[in-house]
């Protein structure tokens, strides 16, 4: 997903056999199916997007590339009466240079809205995020997995909206495996906001707290998220969009920041259907004890919007992911990476 080495998930679903992408496949196939084949009337309802990516990574003082594909897509469908389902999905796959290893993951989301007045709209959501990797042929499809549940609510005044969430997650995978003696419990709280002073700009942010709470040794551990963004459209062609990220937790001293600035090109007179191409430069640091080094990256996007409204960043971007955050701190990290 955006940044320069998201990775998502899933657990229980798709575990059999065909791994992860299978499920996912399968999933999306079902999804766009009922976008494309909708009504023409019905499709009035819908918003949300696709952006398929190509990202090439550099790891600074270690002769790695890394060379990666993603799919991700959002979409909401008004099913009247104030009731909003929508849904996200993400999914990549990771190739490392001269090494016989691949890494994988994906997450797939669902939240059921209800808008309590023009203001006010609360409801609950659902996400599974996975990550796997492929070892010298041997398949692991899920080194960690989560699902995570929660409510959530939003308030719009104006130009202003302002979110909110609670929410609680389980752990998977062989690390789920590993920490089940351990007794976790993992805890998630999120705030957002988003300003749009006029049709062509949009600024934001988001903010998240993870909180593990290992029974087995009676301690916290805190993981926190924070970014900033914004999107603008200089004309009816280009759009320029930029982020920035940072995940801490103080135990280890560990930080993660990400910084990504990118543009987009409007190819719907070209290619007669709503059409875009971006491309972004990202750059993450993970910085542990003060020994950091730096990942560069550059991503291109294809985005194909849906529906009436559209989302302003390319969904494979360092924005959109700060704009429109998961639910964890941990899978935000690492969709945004």
Known sequence: KSGDLEVKRQATWGMSDGGVFPMTRNFMVALLGSVF???????????????????????????????????????????????????????????????DLDLNGNLIGLDVSYAISDAFSAGVFYEHAEVGVDISGTSLSSVASSNTY????????????????????????????????????????GLSASYSPSSQLTVGGSAIRTTFDIGAINQDFDVDYIGLAGVYDINDTFTVFGGLSRTSQNDLDLDVTTIGLGVAYDLTAMAGMPMSVSLELARTTPDLGGSDIDVDTVRLGLSIPLGTKTTKAPLNSTADAILNPSHNAITQTVLNF
């Open 37 to 99: 084949l909708a009504p023409a009337a019905m499709a009035q309802d819908f918003s949300g997007g696709l952006t398929f990516g190509l990202a090439r990574s550099n790891i600074s003082d270690v002769d790695v590339d890394l060379t990666g594909l993603s799919l991700d897509g959002r979409l909401a469908y008004n099913i009247g009466s104030g009731v909003t389902i929508g849904s996200r999905f993400n999914t990549f796959s990771l190739d490392v240079s001269d090494a």
């Open 150 to 189: 929660g409510i959530e609510g939003s308030y719009t005044t104006g130009a202003l909206k302002l979110g909110a969430f609670v929410s609680v997650s389980d752990t998977g995978g062989l690390i789920g495996l590993a920490l089940a003696s351990a007794d976790v419990d993992v805890r998630s709280f």
